[in-house]
């Protein structure tokens, strides 16, 4: 059974900086690629980033330079370093693993940039 779970989320002001974990179980992170998704309310879930199991990683452009995606392997923990946040990045962010073609995600977790 794969499970994912998100946290590390919080109230930051414009600016700040956060780090969300994506802890997870029933897979082993270096054999899958991972992704992280963010859904502002109001609007369509979008994609964050991805790291493979190779640690490549990529990002959507709306956050290229301000967030880094790493992972712990012996926490089997997956990580989402964002600093210069913006209003904008105001979402419910959620992790993702797709094995054996299902598809699995986290509870998610707010993350809320305001003054």
């Known amino acids: 059974q794969v499970q994912l779970v998100e946290s590390g989320g919080g109230l930051v002001q414009p600016g700040g900086s956060l780090r969300l974990s994506c802890a997870a179980s029933?897979?082993?992170?270096?054999?899958?690629?991972m992704n992280w998704y963010r859904q502002a309310p109001g609007k369509q879930r979008e994609w964050v980033g991805i790291i493979t199991s190779g640690a490549y990683t990529n990002y959507a452009v709306s956050v290229k330079g301000r967030f880094t995606i790493s992972r712990d392997n012996a926490k089997n923990t997956v990580y989402l370093q964002m600093s210069s946040l913006k209003p904008e990045d105001t979402a419910v962010y959620s992790c993702?693993?797709?094995?054996?073609?299902?598809?699995?995600w986290g509870q998610g977790t707010q993350v809320t940039v305001s003054s």
């Open positions: 993702n693993v797709i094995k054996s073609g299902v598809n699995y």
């Open positions: 029933g897979i082993i992170i270096t054999t899958y690629t």
